[in-house]
């Protein structure tokens, strides 16, 4: 489902470099989950989504986000802080998978850590019985890697606190969202990224034929309403 950019540079190769889009003429969706645990192939489902769509120029687009219910128990309350009351009536991952992929049609997707969203998106996706078409996708886990600063380990928080970013919501999923969009920016600076070479092209929007927008209620957590852009 995500396929990874780089940041041109001497190791990229012509035919990536080739690809380079300036970031600024990018559209970026950065998304977070909580999860009822580590491994969709053990059962494990999402519990939470938040996506931050931003424009290249740091410009809140859109935010979005949902609790979910994931059909089993919710897992580590003491970590994510949500209930089984709090999804009891949310909306399933089925019911909102055409609004979420909509929401990546046409950006570059981002997380930190994004293996662990990708796993777990394209789970949900094939169970859900849509196939997604291949996203360009940045990890801001490892772009910090290629920074080079001193940093003891590479976490979201290990970023954050690097930077000045305050960071007191973790474990919501709009929140590590927000914070992770405003991670991004100062990241491709330090690494020097001007540009992003994409191995795949942003696609367009797309929906599919069996999954009609949703038309219910999404279950913002509470205290973490998406701010309206504009």
Sequence with gaps: MF??????????????????????????????????????GRGDRIVEIGVVRMAGDGRVLREWTTLLDPGRGVGATQVHRITAADVRGA??????AGELAALFAGAVVVAHNASFEQRFLEAEFAAAGIAM?????????????????????????????HFGLDFPDAH???????????????????????????????????????YPKFRGMLRPRSGFEPVRAG
């Design 133 to 161: 078409p291949l996203l360009p996708a940045l990890c801001t886990m490892r772009l910090a890697r290629t920074t080079g600063l001193d940093l003891p380990d590479h976490k979201l928080g290990t970023c954050c606190a």
């Design 172 to 210: 919501a999923a709009l929140a590590d969202a927000r914070v992770t969009a405003r991670l991004l920016p100062l990241l491709l600076r330090t690494a020097g990224a001007g540009a992003l070479a994409l191995p795949v092209p942003p696609g367009r929007a797309w929906e599919h034929p069996d």
């Design 3 to 40: 396929s990874y950019a780089d940041v041109p540079g001497p190791r990229t190769s012509g035919v990536a470099a080739a690809r380079a889009v300036e970031v600024g003429a990018l559209e970026f969706a950065i998304v977070d989950l909580e999860t009822t645990g580590f491994s969709p």
């Design 91 to 96: 909306p399933r991952f089925a019911d909102i």
